[in-house]
């Protein structure tokens, strides 16, 4: 299992520890860093900056949306970054939720998001390849553009950058049992949003038949603390912000998932608490066992225990979320 580096989005600002951050993740060893993105800061942006200051460490986006870009921009920029960075470029894409995709991006959320995935995908392969010209013939990605209200002009065109590799890889957030097994058969590996080592039942229909190489690489909050229960609060933080606000009452993927890892009446409870602007209630909601399965908190022994229930699944790369240098070089030595 390799280690990863996910520095998230942007709060009100840029982050001044970023930088040093990637730095001292590629002196430890890590394989990876990821940026992301939500209705701020960008994820490639910030991930150029890095890549002009690393020059081993892979470079991954955890999630760029796909609202925000036509599938071929993503792909102008995957292959953009991929030269520029020698080749480091991991491309994690997510499709978000109605909210963030209508309230942010102001399109329409696809009534079919299966399709509209595979149809993003397809398209961002095709400009990789670069063996024709990119054509589709898409409920909601067509190229050329066919719709009611073009001008009937548009031709198929190939990318005139030559893609420094056809197979650069694709890697998708999905949270939504189909769409996870989807994801294994067109994509080269999944980001799941929450993952317990303890609960491998909670995807394992979605995960038959892997093939070899496919990557399954998790966000995982890391503080080495004395204080488990301490250490725990910004989990549950970022849990009452995903359950109770990245989503409306009647459809949260977030909430969702925590239910199916078997949560659902505290996972409804956080919900019901955000959306009534009771933030502080929902956060303290957020059960610690919970938020205690899906990171790696505690005293070095006890990430060391815990650590062992991670490599034994499944997951291929741990994306570390942690603004700790020194919980990264812990999680460095113990992984070792």
């Not at 870009?69 to 792909?75: D, M, Y």
Request: hydrophobic share 40%; glycine share 10%.
């Amino acid at each position: 299992m390799r280690l990863g580096l996910a520095l998230g989005y942007w709060g009100r600002g840029p982050a001044a520890d970023h930088i040093p951050l990637a730095q001292e993740a590629e002196r430890l060893g890590y394989h990876s860093v990821w940026t992301a993105e939500s209705w701020g800061s960008d994820a490639f942006t910030p991930l150029t900056w890095i890549a002009a200051r690393t020059s081993r460490i892979r470079l991954g986006t955890a999630v760029a949306q796909m609202a925000a870009r036509s599938p071929t921009t993503t792909a102008m920029h995957a292959l953009t970054l991929d030269h520029l960075s020698g080749g480091r470029m991991m491309l994690g894409l997510g499709l978000s939720g109605p909210q963030v995709v209508e309230g942010w991006y102001g399109r329409p959320f696809p009534n079919s998001p299966l399709t509209a995935t595979r149809e993003y995908v397809d398209v961002v392969r095709q400009v990789l390849r670069r063996e024709a010209p990119v054509e589709l013939d898409g409920r909601f990605h067509s190229h050329p553009y066919r719709g009611a209200d073009g001008t009937g002009l548009g031709k198929a065109l190939k990318s005139i950058t030559h893609p420094l590799r056809a197979g650069l890889p694709v890697l998708l957030g999905a949270e939504g049992p189909k769409n996870i097994a989807q994801t294994t058969r067109i994509a080269d590996g999944w980001l799941p949003l929450y993952w317990s080592p303890t609960r491998p039942q909670a995807y394992e229909g979605s995960l038959t038949g892997l093939r070899d190489g496919f990557l399954i690489a998790p966000m995982a909050h890391a503080h080495v603390c004395d204080d488990v229960t301490e250490g725990l609060l910004p989990v549950k933080a970022m849990l009452g912000f995903y359950i109770g606000g990245m989503g409306h009452a009647a459809r949260n993927f977030h909430a969702d998932l925590m239910a199916r890892m078997g949560f659902e009446a505290e996972a409804r409870r956080v919900q019901e608490l955000f959306l009534a602007g009771r933030r502080e209630e929902a956060v303290l909601a957020v059960p610690d066992a919970f938020a205690d399965e899906i990171s790696l908190v505690g005293p070095r022994e006890r990430i060391a225990e815990r650590l062992e229930l991670w490599r034994k699944g499944p997951v291929t790369d741990l994306l570390v979320l942690s603004p700790d240098p020194h919980t990264l070089r812990v999680l460095a030595e113990l992984n070792s």
